[in-house]
């Protein structure tokens, strides 16, 4: 196919063969990108005009771009045009018990220990238990809103708070960004929105509780998520349940805000089905994640555990603006089979003491090639800045490939970078050592590989923690021996 | 307890066992004795099923099972252990956390309860005083930024919480000062008894001042080219290898 600019140049010229009102009341757009797709999701949204002007500006600039070619990817061209980009939230087929699931499914949440309510919830059985869990939400979302905390979708903030979404909406990640940022923002379905107001420390972690909910937001999805003067909040998203998805470009935008003394916590469990063992089907995971550390001694902290999609290209990132700011990364990425991830992170120092921990595990097995790619830039106006970067890879069995491209720029002669970085193969001594203990080759595998990602996994929330040593055990299974 | 016929392997192309004959019964101490390249480490290797090594003749038994027919893993679940002559590293998993999970493999193997957490610890702590090991250990990474004492010390540590049948030592004294060897040589010998065999593999007589054994073998080219009683070992001590080795035709390995 050609570039997408000019598929899409030549629909938009054609005459929009379904006509924009009949259509209105179908449950899905057709296939395709062009105004009066965007205009369409906009007033399905109800949403005021300067979100519309927001979508046809980014959508007009998208037009201007080329999709990046720079990652460590490899994956056919994409037929923007063949993607549906309006299709209204459809119920899922609710089944009447755990029974009617595919019991290969039942067996994975087996392994990875999810709670038997969660379960039902996860596989859409219809049970009371979902009633409890929404009414678990709402009084928690009752407690917050006491405090002032604004947690509800995207949506709903659009509706209710246009003042914030006005102000911060493109702040961080402006439409110009990038090819998939500005898709992003031209056409997003939902997502989150959070607002923790000043000097309230947000007492649950975010989403927890919540997660199930937030499950169906769909392939373009947006989070804001803005710390007031001495707030703090800590996020968690996603799920170690094996998320399956008919979309499979998933192009997501994470904006945080941390102002004076305020900090956020961004974790992330990632596991979008990456494709069978040939590698088909998987999801492209294409997301931007920034955060900007505006006030002084903010501090933002991304954690992630990547072990799903077929193509990863993420770097949660850090604008260190505000003096003194502190900026985090720790990921832990794993590539089995025949997937892709090209992940990593920037730093880029602006305020004075800025500092910032780079802390990167990627584990490859299978045929998995695994990319870390990370920026640390020191602007002139950074004195006293510091960074140190880890970035350590694991390699599993003789096919895979870990590869490893840090860019430093330090424009102030008073900044210091630091970097480390290592790759090491599981040890053939290491495996007989833990075999010769008692430990099955598999539980020595997993034993092994979650040493290698201690430093990550202690950034965890608790629970997280766990689940994701499970779903690092079950995501390398089969992969020695 | 062990029975070792004509046992022949070998690694990376090259045969080094040809033809190993041994006879372990429960409650004796073995010294394998012999220059470097003689196949002493590959022997304890092959025993705990290293599967860079290729057995090519021969049959074990072990308790009446084939031991060769068995995993690694199974080896040590029967209650073979190996103290290896290099412990290596394992960044990021605490030596207890290691510990006990091998402890609770056996126990499961035997169909038997998992280990409840205070009990082990209280274990733990007396096995550590046996083999004069700081605490601090316990909470950090197996075998990491220990030093070589430490390391051999903490296979013995691991041996005397995990209490094997068959016990085979590899070169344990190797790097160890007289104090460490004094040490490691008490913990092993509150673990003879009766029930248990040991077999300790080592290049020199001096670690056997200690640990005194029932038998001693002389492994030259991969065959055990004479036996006897721990006299034999003061008089490789006293005359060396040469002597013996006239015995046996073929020369040294290279390692």
């Given at each position: 196919m050609g570039t997408p600019a000019t598929d899409i140049e030549a629909l938009t010229s054609q005459e929009y063969k379904y006509g924009f009102v009949t259509d209105i009341e179908a449950d899905s757009a057709p296939p395709g990108l062009n105004e009066d797709i965007i205009r369409l999701i906009s007033s399905k949204k109800k949403e005021p005009a300067f979100m519309l002007e927001w979508r046809l500006k980014a959508y007009r600039h998208w037009l201007t771009m080329t999709e990046p070619k720079w990652p460590n990817v490899h994956y056919p061209p994409i037929d923007y045009n063949s993607i549906i980009y309006y299709s209204a939230p459809k119920p899922k087929k609710q089944l009447k018990s755990l029974d009617e699931v595919d019991p290969e499914l039942l067996k994975t949440y087996d392994k990875l220990g999810i709670p038997l309510r969660e379960r039902e919830l996860l596989a859409g059985v219809a049970v009371d238990a979902v009633f409890d869990s929404v009414s678990v939400a709402t009084t928690f979302k009752a407690k917050l809103a006491e405090m002032g905390i604004i947690f509800c979708s995207f949506s709903e903030a659009v509706q209710n708070h246009p003042e914030l979404i006005k102000k911060y909406l493109g702040s961080v990640v402006p439409h110009t960004d990038n090819f998939f940022a500005a898709l992003n923002a031209a056409v997003f379905s939902d997502g989150s929105f959070c607002y923790i107001p000043k000097g309230v420390r947000c007492p649950m972690e975010l989403?927890?509780?919540?997660?199930?909910?937030?499950m169906n937001t769909g392939q373009f999805e947006r989070t804001l998520i803005i710390a007031d003067d001495g707030?703090?909040?800590?996020?968690?998203?996603?799920?170690?349940?094996?998320?399956?998805?008919?979309?499979?470009?998933?192009?997501?935008?994470?904006?945080?805000?941390?102002?004076?003394?305020?900090?956020?916590?961004?974790?992330?469990?990632?596991?979008w089905y990456?494709?069978?063992?040939?590698?088909?089907?998987?999801?492209?995971?294409?997301?931007?994640?920034?955060?900007?550390?505006?006030?002084?001694?903010?501090?933002i902290s991304w954690t992630q555990v990547e072990t799903g999609s077929a193509i990863t290209w993420k770097y949660p990132s850090c604008l260190l603006i505000g003096d003194g700011s502190i900026g985090e990364f720790y990921s832990v990425a794993t590539v089995n089979n025949y997937q892709q991830a090209d992940t990593g992170t920037k730093m880029i120092h602006i305020g004075k003491n800025t500092r910032s921990?780079?802390?990167?595990?990627?584990?490859?097995?299978?045929?998995?090639?695994?990319?870390?790619?990370?920026?640390?830039?020191?602007?002139?106006?950074?004195?006293?800045?510091?960074?140190?970067?880890?970035?350590?890879?694991?390699?599993?069995?003789?096919?895979?490939?870990?590869?490893?491209?840090?860019?430093?720029?330090?424009?102030n002669p008073s900044a210091q970078v630091e970097h480390e970085a290592s790759t090491s193969k599981i040890g053939e001594d290491q495996l007989f050592y833990c075999r010769q203990r008692g430990m099955s080759m598999e539980d020595s595998v997993s034993m092994i590989v979650n040493g290698f990602c201690?430093?990550?996994?202690?950034?965890?929330?608790?629970?997280?923690?766990?689940?994701?040593?499970?779903?690092?055990?079950?995501?390398?299974?089969?992969?020695?021996? | 307890m062990l029975e070792i016929r004509n046992l022949e392997a070998r690694v990376a192309g090259k045969d080094i066992l040809r033809g190993i004959d041994l006879t372990v019964k429960a409650g004796e101490v073995h010294a394998i004795m012999g220059p470097n390249g003689s196949g002493k480490s590959t022997l304890a290797q092959v025993l705990a099923g290293r599967d860079t090594?290729?057995?090519?003749?021969?049959?074990?038994?072990?308790?009446?099972?084939?031991?060769?027919?068995?995993?690694?893993?199974?080896?040590?679940?029967?209650?073979?252990?190996?103290?290896?002559?290099?412990?290596?590293e394992i960044p990021g998993v605490g030596n207890t956390y290691f510990l006990r999970s091998a402890v609770n493999q056996i126990h499961k193997h035997r169909g038997e309860?998992?280990?409840?957490?205070?009990?082990?610890?209280?274990?733990?702590?007396?096995?550590?005083?046996?083999?004069?090991?700081?605490?601090?250990?316990?909470?950090?990474?197996?075998?990491?930024?220990?030093?070589?004492?430490?390391?051999?010390?903490?296979?013995?540590?691991?041996?005397?919480?995990?209490?094997?049948?068959?016990?085979?030592?590899?070169?344990?004294?190797?790097?160890?000062?007289?104090?460490?060897?004094?040490?490691?040589?008490?913990?092993?010998?509150?673990?003879?008894?009766?029930?248990?065999?040991?077999?300790?593999?080592?290049?020199?007589?001096?670690?056997?001042?200690?640990?005194?054994?029932?038998?001693?073998?002389?492994?030259?080219a991969g065959r055990i080219v004479k036996s006897g009683d721990k006299t034999l070992a003061m008089e490789l001590e006293k005359d060396g290898y040469a002597g013996i080795l006239e015995e046996a035709a073929?020369?040294?390995?290279?390692?």
């Open positions: 989403s927890t509780y919540f997660r199930i909910n937030a707030a703090t909040v800590s996020y968690l998203e996603g799920c170690t349940a094996p998320m399956r998805d008919t979309n499979q470009l998933h192009a997501a935008v994470v904006e945080l805000v941390a102002h004076d003394n305020a900090e956020i916590k961004y974790s992330t469990i990632q596991n990456p494709g069978d063992k040939e590698g088909k089907g998987g999801i492209y995971n294409f997301v931007t994640k920034r955060g900007k550390c505006a006030g002084v001694n903010s501090k921990t780079i802390v990167s595990k990627g584990i490859s097995a299978g045929h998995g090639q695994n990319t870390y790619r990370g920026a640390v830039k020191m602007l002139k106006s950074a004195a006293g800045a510091r960074n140190y970067s880890q970035c350590d890879s694991l390699l599993i069995g003789d096919q895979c490939g870990a590869h490893t491209f840090p860019y430093l720029e330090v424009k201690k430093q990550v996994f202690k950034e965890l929330p608790m629970e997280f923690a766990v689940e994701a040593q499970k779903l690092l055990s079950v995501s390398l299974e089969g992969s020695v021996g | 090594y290729q057995v090519t003749g021969g049959t074990v038994t072990y308790n009446g099972h084939d031991l060769l027919a068995l995993s690694p893993e199974d080896r040590a679940r029967e209650g073979v252990f190996l103290a290896f002559q290099y412990p290596v309860p998992e280990v409840d957490a205070v009990d082990f610890l209280a274990l733990v702590r007396d096995k550590m005083k046996l083999l004069e090991l700081d605490e601090s250990l316990m909470t950090r990474s197996v075998n990491e930024g220990f030093s070589g004492g430490e390391k051999k010390r903490n296979e013995i540590f691991q041996m005397a919480v995990l209490e094997p049948k068959l016990c085979i030592l590899d070169e344990t004294d190797s790097g160890l000062d007289i104090d460490a060897l004094k040490i490691v040589a008490n913990g092993v010998n509150k673990l003879r008894s009766k029930d248990r065999a040991i077999i300790v593999v080592t290049h020199y007589q001096r670690l056997l001042n200690y640990i005194v054994p029932d038998f001693v073998h002389v492994l030259s073929e020369g040294v390995g290279s390692r």
